[in-house]
């Protein structure tokens, strides 16, 4: 069955470097996900993405974030200047369809900002 | 805005013993409602939503429009079922955004 991959599964950063996390969705789906996971606390939302342009996004997605899909398998979360509060798991997620579709999620990246 | 509760953070049970993991939210319009699981260092996974009104792995979760409710049930839990469970809403509108609740933690013991 097919599934969402996402590296690395743990990345570790210095406060103010710059990191660019990875996912690869299911091949046939159309719509892209990031979400994220601060330790203890609810999954929430970042952002989606459809036809190579952001199609929502949240206040937690700020000017320090990116998305890209630069070719026809990955999708990139950027994280521009890293903070502190950055450290969480960043899960990536695909569906077919917008609204009715089912969004698969990937394993995560832990990331840890020092 | 919507807002996504689920009261309880950890649930312990027995095995074989029924099993209710409740789910409230708040939002004006008409949601979509689902249950996802996460089990030990898996990923998130779709269990139920509310259009399919199927029951899965014996798992059954009823919307109640009246008291916004959308509350997990098995009659017979096993000790499989223990995993985080997460509550998340779906707006009919934007239609792709889901927000969650903060999951509980259900142990099944045996």
């Known amino acids: 069955e097919p599934e969402v991959t996402q590296t690395p599964s743990h990345q570790v950063t210095q406060m103010g470097q710059e990191v660019i996390l990875r996912c690869v969705p299911i091949?046939?789906?159309?719509?892209f996900y990031w979400y994220r996971q601060i330790l203890g606390q609810k999954v929430e939302f970042l952002v989606s993405?459809?036809?190579?342009?952001?199609?929502?996004k949240s206040e937690i997605f700020d000017d320090q974030f990116s998305v890209e899909r630069p070719d026809g398998s990955n999708f990139t979360l950027k994280i521009r200047s890293t903070k502190l509060e950055d450290s969480a798991m960043y899960f990536c997620?695909?569906?077919?369809?917008?609204?009715?579709?089912?969004?698969?999620f990937g394993p995560g990246t832990r990331l840890t900002v020092t | 805005a919507q807002r996504v509760t689920q009261p309880e953070k950890l649930l312990s049970v027995f095995k074989g013993a029924p099993v209710e993991l409740k789910c409230n939210y708040s939002?004006?319009?008409?949601?979509?409602l689902f249950w996802y699981v996460q089990y030990s260092r898996q990923r998130l996974q779709l269990l139920l939503r509310?259009?399919s009104r199927e029951s899965i792995k014996g798992f059954t979760a009823d919307l109640n429009k009246g008291e916004t409710s959308f509350h997990l049930k098995k009659p017979f839990a096993q000790e499989e079922d223990s995993a985080m469970y997460y509550c998340?809403?779906?707006?009919?509108?934007?239609?792709?955004?889901?927000?969650f609740g903060e999951g509980t933690q259900l142990t099944v013991n045996p």
């Open positions: 997620a695909s569906s077919e369809g917008a609204g009715q579709g089912e969004q698969y």
């Open positions: 091949s046939n789906h159309l719509y």
């Open positions: 993405f459809y036809n190579n342009e952001i199609s929502e």
């Open positions: 939002y004006s319009g008409s949601p979509e």
């Open positions: 509310h259009i």
């Open positions: 998340a809403l779906r707006r009919e509108t934007s239609g792709s955004r889901l927000t």
